[in-house]
């Protein structure tokens, strides 16, 4: 719980940021902005470009810049002229079509993502899933895009572009690769490519991950300033995308480092939240290293979180947490799902955080995250037993049903319900829930098929339930992408029950494939699973509250009342979750949204 000194210490922060009143009068303004926008046409860009600045870094690495201030000021020139260009062209022009105004940008920005990871190169979770398919999403819409992330190992497709930068005491290089409309840049050091997971080995987490990914944040903003890529320099009129606590640190870094010497003047920076239960939390000593300002440490001290506490007396007070400092600096905050988005303001999903997120909740919205309609699609699913879509999808699922009994060993009975369950085996997920509910749930005449890794308690807890229910339950402990997309295929019903979840892809690809979810109700499982209304004819799966085990076999034994005595019913909700739009351009054209508002607003930290 945030107390109020905390907030005092917030407050002390924010004395040289814009005060909220004036920003929510200049956000009512924003429809009539934006219908003025939409009668300027091109032109909007055009003005809004001539706004941008063009002094030189003068923060991190003037010396590793490659041109005087005067050359740097004249490839920024030639950076708007291009933009300028592309906007006025005939292609531009012939957007006034109808086709073309769906897929389109009214005005086009030039946006930079900042994560510690991108799929398909390093990916641990959906955050690699969401930075690797958003940003060819709004390169599709008119875009520029280039996301920065840590080169992990020697990829095959990035070279290097032979410009480095001395930074943090240190100097790092910048390899580059272009596909699907977007600048993928990799950021080369020493402290990225080791043996060993992204954040941590068998031994725990890295030690210099504060350092790691503070390297990141400022190479970030280092590379749309003196990277030449193939349409030139990005300039300084960007919008930073820092997701997660890995990349919390730019809206710090780019209003105490670069806005004091005229470089990104009009740039804008957004916080995207991914999973607000990891801040990045480090003792307070650790902030020089951070080479920021004296004056700007309030904009990171909070009180240690007591859920990363682990015993010691110094984590019983004052700490560095970097989620807080993005919060606390960014121009706005977005989440995952609309859901979640309300959820980190409550006491119960805030994880101390929710005292900041309430007094900034003009600033907070929540986007659902969409699928990779490419890789998720049972119609061309190279991994599955036999592709199918809408039209099909009754006769297509059973050939995948009796493919997956097959090769999991269990009787082909295609009259018998398979119920899935894809993803880690932890507390977050609720896999102790579905272990708690298996006496029942198996004793109804189903098959359970389990496929995760994690908590060494609940891999084995997986391989019982194997042992235990020998004609009726398979536990792959483990992970295997061709097999996540088979149970997904096949399955009848797909278990989620998250105590919280920021968005949840797997009910998203479930749906697709013609898989019913049953999921508690929070977060963007809330969002995304509507429930099941008979007499209206309604919904796209089950929810359940509270997340105890009495609640999910009670609704479970809907679900498979529903399969056995209801089965037009159960075929209607298959239907309306497959023609359910999941797409990454929906989750566009609403960040989008988001840009045009915080180019309406001043920069909130200046």
């Given at each position: 719980?945030v107390?109020?000194?905390a907030l005092?210490?917030?407050?002390a922060?924010?004395?040289?940021?814009r005060?909220?009143?004036?920003r929510?009068?200049?956000?009512?303004?924003?429809p009539?902005?934006?219908?003025?926008?939409a009668?300027?046409?091109?032109t909007?860009?055009?003005?809004l470009?001539?706004?941008?600045?063009?002094?030189?870094?003068?923060?991190?690495?003037?010396?590793a810049?490659?041109s005087?201030?005067?050359?740097?000021?004249?490839?920024g020139?030639?950076?708007?002229?291009?933009?300028?260009n592309?906007?006025t062209s005939?292609?531009?022009l012939?957007?006034?079509?109808?086709?073309k105004?769906s897929?389109?940008a009214?005005?086009a920005?030039?946006i930079?993502?900042?994560?510690s990871?991108?799929?398909?190169?390093?990916?641990?979770?959906?955050?690699?899933?969401?930075c690797?398919?958003?940003?060819?999403a709004l390169?599709a819409?008119?875009?520029?895009?280039?996301?920065?992330?840590?080169?992990y190992?020697?990829?095959p497709?990035?070279?290097?572009t032979?410009?480095?930068?001395?930074?943090?005491?240190?100097?790092?290089?910048?390899?580059?690769?272009?596909?699907k409309?977007?600048?993928?840049v990799?950021?080369?050091h020493?402290?990225?490519?080791?043996?060993?997971?992204?954040?941590?080995d068998e031994s725990?987490v890295?030690?210099?991950?504060q350092?790691r990914?503070?390297l990141l944040n400022?190479?970030a903003l280092?590379?749309p300033l003196?990277?030449?890529?193939?349409e030139g320099l990005?300039?300084?009129?960007?919008i930073f995308?820092a997701?997660d606590?890995?990349?919390a640190?730019v809206?710090v870094?780019l209003?105490?480092?670069?806005?004091p010497h005229?470089?990104?003047?009009?740039?804008?920076?957004?916080?995207?939240?991914?999973?607000?239960?990891?801040?990045?939390?480090?003792?307070?000593?650790?902030f020089?290293?951070?080479?920021?300002?004296?004056?700007?440490y309030n904009?990171?001290?909070w009180q240690?979180?007591?859920?990363?506490?682990?015993?010691?007396y110094e984590?019983?007070g004052?700490?560095?947490?970097?989620?807080?400092?993005?919060?606390?600096c960014?121009?706005?905050?977005v989440t995952?799902?609309p859901g979640?988005?309300?959820?980190?303001?409550?006491?119960?999903g805030g994880?101390?955080?929710e005292?900041?997120?309430t007094?900034?909740?003009?600033a907070?919205?929540?986007?659902?995250?969409?699928?990779?309609?490419v890789?998720?699609?049972?119609?061309?699913?190279?991994?599955?037993?036999q592709?199918?879509?809408?039209s099909?999808f009754?006769?297509?699922?059973k050939?995948n049903?009796?493919?997956?009994?097959?090769e999991?060993?269990?009787?082909?009975r295609?009259?018998?319900p398979?119920?899935?369950f894809?993803?880690?085996?932890?507390?977050?997920?609720?896999?102790?829930?579905?272990?708690?509910?298996a006496?029942w749930?198996l004793?109804?005449?189903?098959?359970?098929?389990?496929?995760g890794?994690?908590?060494?308690?609940l891999?084995?807890g997986?391989?019982?339930?194997e042992s235990a229910?020998p004609?009726?339950?398979?536990?792959w402990v483990g992970?295997?992408v061709?097999m996540?997309?088979?149970i997904?295929?096949?399955?009848d019903?797909l278990?989620?029950?998250?105590?919280?979840?920021?968005?949840?892809?797997?009910q998203l690809y479930?749906?697709?494939?013609?898989?019913v979810?049953v999921?508690?109700?929070?977060?963007g499982?809330?969002?995304?699973?509507?429930?099941?209304?008979?007499?209206?004819?309604?919904g796209?799966g089950w929810t359940?509250?509270p997340?105890?085990?009495?609640?999910?076999?009670a609704t479970?034994?809907?679900?498979?009342?529903?399969?056995?005595?209801h089965t037009?019913?159960?075929?209607?909700?298959?239907s309306?979750?497959?023609?359910?739009?999941?797409?990454?351009?929906?989750?566009?054209?609403?960040?989008?949204?988001?840009?045009?508002?915080?180019?309406?607003?001043?920069p909130?930290?200046?």
């Open positions: 719980m107390n109020a000194a005092l210490q917030q407050s922060t924010a004395a040289s940021c005060s909220s009143g004036s929510r009068l200049k956000r009512l303004a924003a009539h902005a934006e219908r003025a926008g009668r300027l046409g091109g909007e860009t055009v003005a470009s001539f706004r941008r600045g063009n002094s030189l870094s003068k923060g991190f690495c003037a010396a810049h490659p005087t201030i005067e050359e740097h000021t004249k490839l020139d030639a950076a708007r002229a291009q933009s300028i592309r906007d005939d292609d531009f012939q957007e006034e079509t109808e086709q105004r897929h389109r009214k005005t920005f030039n930079v993502f900042v994560t990871e991108v799929a398909p190169w390093s990916k641990t979770g959906g955050l690699g899933d969401v690797g398919s958003l940003p060819p390169a819409r008119g875009h520029r895009v280039m996301v920065v992330a840590p080169q190992q020697q990829y497709e990035p070279s290097s032979g410009v480095s930068a001395d930074i943090l005491g240190t100097t790092v290089g910048f390899s580059h690769y272009s596909s409309g977007v600048d993928w990799f950021v080369e020493s402290s990225y490519d080791r043996p060993g997971g992204l954040y941590g725990g890295y030690g210099d991950n350092f990914f503070a400022v190479a280092e590379a003196i990277l030449k890529l193939d990005f300039g300084d009129d960007c995308i997701n606590w890995h990349g640190l809206p870094y209003a105490a480092k670069y806005r005229g470089v990104y003047q009009q740039a804008r920076s957004i916080l995207a939240v991914h999973n607000l239960r990891h801040q990045g939390v480090y003792p307070p000593g650790t020089s290293m951070l080479q920021l300002p004296k004056e700007w904009a990171l001290e240690y979180p007591p859920h990363q506490r682990q015993g010691s984590e019983e004052r700490c560095v947490n970097t989620m807080k400092a993005g919060i606390s960014a121009d706005r905050v995952v799902s979640y988005a309300w959820e980190i303001q409550t006491p119960e994880w101390g955080m005292g900041m997120l007094s900034r909740s003009y907070l919205n929540g986007v659902l995250n969409g699928v990779d309609l890789e998720w699609d049972p119609d061309n699913d190279p991994h599955i037993y592709n199918f879509n809408e099909n009754a006769e297509g699922k050939v049903k009796a493919g997956l009994q097959k999991m060993g269990l009787p082909e295609p009259e018998v398979i119920i899935g894809i993803g880690r085996l932890d507390y977050q997920k609720g896999a102790d829930l579905v272990l708690g509910a006496h749930l004793n109804q005449d189903v098959q359970i098929i389990c496929l890794t994690g908590d060494k308690h891999e084995a997986m391989r019982w339930l229910y004609d009726k339950a398979r536990g992970f295997n061709p996540s997309h088979k997904t295929a096949a399955c019903l278990l989620m029950p998250s105590r919280f979840e920021p968005c949840g892809l797997n479930a749906m697709r494939y013609g898989t979810p999921a508690h109700a929070t977060g499982l809330r969002d995304t699973v509507l429930p099941f209304n008979p007499w209206e004819v309604t796209t359940f509250s997340c105890t085990v009495d609640a999910f076999t479970l034994g809907q679900a498979l009342d529903t399969y056995r005595n037009e019913s159960f075929r209607d909700l298959q309306r979750g497959m023609v359910r739009d999941s797409s990454w351009d929906k989750a566009a054209q609403e960040y989008e949204q988001i840009f045009e508002w915080a180019k309406v607003d001043a909130y930290c200046q």
